[in-house]
């Protein structure tokens, strides 16, 4: 089978200066990697051959209607334990869609440097308009199809087999319009998933879900069983924020608060982070919001434009301390759902 990094799907060549993948149309992994320095950018994908050597792009036609196949990057343990493995599912951003970015540059990149996520395998559909993986909101814009996106799942988690990947285990985190799609995933399929992660985007509620100031009591069933962890920066305008729709839905909930102070982009800066946890009724395990203080000013990149106010991911994702391996590693679907 063609590995990711000989495939067609998303170019990949090495940088003219080091041993990671060249971003699409440059020639080095970053403006920072030259023949003088081999230092990186904060955000530098620093994707090695060797881990898209091992990585591949499965097809699967998840729309009939669909003019083309779906593709979903598989990457497998970079440091398998013993037993199966836990799945993440990750959906990307807007910036993604039908190829506007490079799709290996600003997403899953930045979750396979987690050096606590190196067990699992990481599922990245690819959203092509073409083969069915979206669809339109009420408004007329991009969203995933929650659907196709777990028909496709589905699939992938078949053909990888009981021996290699625990069903149980199944996660699913996404950023921006990928935030979007996992709370929508866990609205239509919330039971068979162990844990959802949103980062910058909140819940659109389609199909009535929430209609006329009452939630579906299917979706309100679905969504009692599971953990959530929000992360959202408060001065986020761009994906919507998910703060007014947690606090009215833990509403009356036992609620506890803390204030952390995280690692930043940049090395000496870091960022503030007020944590919100809610007591769900049926302890399936709690409800998170980390909220960070912005715009966040860790990261010279975005001193010019007043700070960073939605890129919260590009933390949340290869860094450790911001959590989200602990969160994810502390939540399975019991075995009696
Ligand atoms: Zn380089
Ligand atoms: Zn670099």
Redesign the pocket.
Known sequence: MTSAWDSDVVECKL??????R?ERGKS???DQ?TAQS?S?EAH?PRLSREVLQQSRWEHFRCDLGAEEEAVCLVVPPRAPKKGPAPVLLFLTGNGHVDDRQDFLSGGVDQLIRNNELQHYVLLAPKPLWKTGVLRYNHNWRNAWCEDAVWALVTEMLRRLGPENVDPTRLYATGLSLGAIGVWHLALRYGEYLAGIVPVSGKCEWPFKSWYQGRLDPAVAKRLEQIPVRCYQIDADRYGGTPIHDLEWLCWGLPETTREVTLKGMDVGRSVDVKIRSWERPNGAGNWELWEAKGPLTDWAYYDDWGGDKHCLWNRVYPFVDWGMPEFLASHSVPKDR
């Open positions: 940088c003219d200066h080091c041993e990671y060249a080095t992994c970053c990697c081999d990186h530098c």
